[in-house]
Structures are given as structure tokens and as C-alpha cells.
Nanobody
Framework: QVQLVESGGGLVQPGGSLRLSCVAS????????MRWYRQAPGEQRQLVAA????????NYAESVKGRFTISRDNAKNTVYLQMNSLKPEDTAVYYC?????????WGQGTQVTVSS
């Protein structure tokens, strides 16, 4: 059974940093493309970052390039999202995602609030 559990969200001031973690179970993380999405109130869920299964290639939304870094530790079955220079517009619920066997799997989400 595929499970994704996010953690690491919280309240941070503009310019601050947070690191989100996503612990995966029920599948082999190293064989999977992993993604982070976010959803702000009243808005659609948007892709923030992705990391490939082989080679660790990464892709980012334009709005977070140069500030966010996605990484993975296959030994720990964990994917991370390091978020630096946070802005109020980064406020959202952040979700970990994997697509396997024609199914999209999501974690429960972790709230990130950037405010002074």
C-alpha cells in the first residue's frame, strides 16, 4: 500500500527557510519520479518541483527557481524540499506526489505559512 507522509511545515517570516520531508512506503522510491505540489486557498494545485528516478534530474516552477531545492535519500525512502528566501506568496499546503500503476498518490499535506 502506497503511503506518503509529509512533515516540516510551519509559520516562517519572509526571507526565512523551511525543509519539508516526505517519507514514502509501499513502493521503491528509487524507481519513481517524485513531485512536490502546493495549493493555496482558492487556487488550483500547482507543481512546484520534480526529481527523476534515475540521475536525480530536477525541474522547478519558475516562481521557485533559485530558491527551492528538491532532493531524495533513497536509503531513507524520503524526498525533501528545501525552501529558502520564502515569500508570502509561497503560503500554501504542500503535497508530496507519486504516480504509479495509473494512480496518483498524495500525502495529507503540510501547511506552510509565510508571514511577518
Amino acid at each position: 500500500q502506497v503511503q506518503l507522509v509529509e512533515s516540516g511545515g510551519g509559520l516562517v517570516q519572509p526571507g526565512g527557510s523551511l525543509r519539508l520531508s516526505c517519507v514514502a512506503s509501499g513502493f521503491t522510491l528509487s524507481n519513481s519520479i517524485m513531485r512536490w505540489y502546493r495549493q493555496a486557498p482558492g487556487e488550483q494545485r500547482q507543481l512546484v518541483a520534480a526529481i527523476s528516478s534515475v540521475g536525480g534530474n530536477t525541474n522547478y516552477a519558475e516562481s521557485v527557481k533559485g530558491r527551492f531545492t528538491i532532493s531524495r535519500d533513497n536509503a531513507k525512502n524520503t524526498v525533501y524540499l528545501q525552501m529558502n528566501s520564502l515569500k508570502p506568496e509561497d503560503t500554501a499546503v504542500y503535497y508530496c506526489n507519486v504516480f504509479r500503476s495509473r494512480t496518483n498518490y498524495w500525502g495529507q499535506g503540510t501547511q506552510v505559512t509565510v508571514s511577518s
